[in-house]
């Protein structure tokens, strides 16, 4: 456990620890299933974004037929005769390829031997048959030829087409979609085929590209059903790409043969009446019409095949298992690193902010460049990391703000306890204040006459009497600077100069004249209190104070339980023996400040002193020269 804890003041470690603690939570969300459905409607709010195509010529005429259409022709279902009909109109002007999207199971007379032989008639006419719900067989004349292409769609949990179906198989005979035939129809008169790929031959070739079926986690898919030859659909048209006419003005002959020849004639119903509709990605966007009637879905799919072969597209890549998760585990280490070293809430936000905006810019032009990279884990990961990183931090500072606040929060003013706060790293070693060799300026003060004072006051009168003058003279310490190190009954200990080594004369100085300046208010705040006394008849106060300037050592001393900053060290036996030198000395005033020559010659003139002469002072082997201070007022009157 000891060793435990001195690893984790090594910031590489509870980086790593919490990196990957935060992958081993996201990962098992993702495997579960939870992110996919957010990460679906990053997909759809992508492929909404994404530019569409407007550059490539109109392959495809879609034949609409309305609710207006429906009403004019007086009747629906079509007569096999309508259709017949159509279908000959559109033949006149020689289209590649007729795909027709409306059932035809069954004969509506009048009309059925003349449709059927419009159907045997034309092999470039392709029908369409059904296989879920309990099936939809094709127009029986053409069960059983190349002319029947499968219209089943892949609906995601939401109801969103988001993949298509190149294939599908009964476990005896291969099936084609209606959109791959309609495809390969148009790419034959261009050239293109289809074939296996050549590294792979279990994959579809169409063109220079190869369509890899989808695997159950490819993009942000978890365990996706993945039956059939499934690609991702692309919808890069524009929704006004199609040309589009009404059936009503097919049959009326009003079209414009170059509307048809050499291009995709596709017929459907987009009647709301007829429940051929169905959600896209562009179902969650702001558009007035949620869903895409079923012929409109075709010819995105149709088109998307045909740019496949003519090499103008590529299909929508994903990331391996392997690669996704380094991508993953990148944004971890990047989140708890960061956060381990931004400490301010609104760095923090915009780190997290910022790092988000990068992560979801990038796999967008990712996206646009067509690969789907999963964005939700990463993305989770990098705000899970970073949060995590930076409470653990906040924890630890918060211990370490604790110890400091124990050991600084009563003795010192609020500017140097934040003083030390911000530097708290140079300040803390292994969660106590380093020790270090400093020059600093030791205070001493004690009560003159205490042992008489307490004689005469009853304990509580006592206790409330010496608080007063205690907290008279810490407010005064703080209020200079200075750090209360000690009380010791009646008397206090007082560093100025601490906690941060001075690195210069002036600096020296600087403590020296502001530890005389805090004696001499102390002994102006013992005025103070002898005037509140006297009129309470309570006793009055004197005070003695010692001051000495030179090197000691700082540090904490005590157990983690219990513990105190302090200096130690010759000088600070000194200042104590310069507190209790003679002290028959000034016996009226209330106050008496000596200081000793090292401290002396920090003054530079500042103060009144007065040399008292050569000392021998207690414990002390070499005599040292000893200065009284005096204030302003009471100059005039010193001794000679």
Known sequence: MILFRKLLRFPPVPICLISGLCFLVVSELQRLGTLENIELTVYDWFTRSRPKLLDIKPRILIIKISEADIRTLGKWPLTDETLANALKEVLEHH?????????????????TEELNAVFTRNPHIICVTKFGNGGVPPPPILDGTGQVGFVDMLVD????????????????????????LLALNYLHYEGVSAGADEKNPDYLKLGQATIKPLEQ???????????????????????DFYTACSLTRLLSGAVDPDEIQDKIVLIGVVSNSVKDHFYTPFSRGFAAVQQLPGVVLHAHLTSQLIRFGMNEAQPIRTMADKSEFFL??????????????????????????????????SLYCAFISGWWIPLVPSGLIWVLSSGMATAYLSAREKKQRAVLMQLFSKHVSHEIADSIWKQRDDFLQKGRPKPRKMTVSILFSDIRGFTNISETLDPQM??????IYMEAMTDTV???GG??????????????????????????????????????????????LNALWQKKGLPLAGTRIGIFTGAVVAGALGSSQRMKYTTVGDIVNTAARLESYDKDLAKESPWRILIG???????????????????????????????RVFSKENETTKGP
Request: one cysteine or more.
């Open 462 to 467: 006592l206790i409330e009497w010496l608080n």
């Open 95 to 111: 289209p590649r390829v007729i795909g027709l999207d409306i059932f035809r199971d069954i004969s509506i007379p009048p009309g």
């Open 157 to 180: 949990p939401g109801g969103i087409i988001r993949r298509g179906l190149l294939f599908m198989d009964n476990g005896q005979k291969v099936f084609y979609a209606f959109n791959l």
């Open 217 to 239: 986690n490819d993009g942000g898919y978890i365990n996706a059903d993945v039956r059939g030859y499934q690609y991702f659909i692309d919808f890069k048209d524009a929704t």
């Open 597 to 627: 020559d090292a401290t002396h010659q920090h003054l530079n003139g500042q103060f009144y002193t007065e040399k008292i002469g050569e000392a021998d002072l207690k414990g002390k082997n070499d005599k040292i020269n000893v200065y």
């Open 478 to 480: 703080m209020a200079h």
């Open 328 to 361: 993953i585990l990148f944004w971890s280490l990047l989140g708890s690193t960061a956060g381990f070293f931004v400490r301010s809430f609104w760095r923090f936000f915009l780190m997290v902010s910022g790092g988000f905006f990068l992560l979801f810019f």
């Open 483 to 528: 750090v209360v190190d000690d009380y010791a009954g009646d008397g206090i200990k007082a560093n100025f100069g601490v906690p941060f080594p001075r690195q210069s004369t002036k600096e020296i100085g600087e403590d020296a004249k502001n530890a005389v300046t805090c004696a001499i208010a102390m002994g102006k705040e013992v005025e103070r």
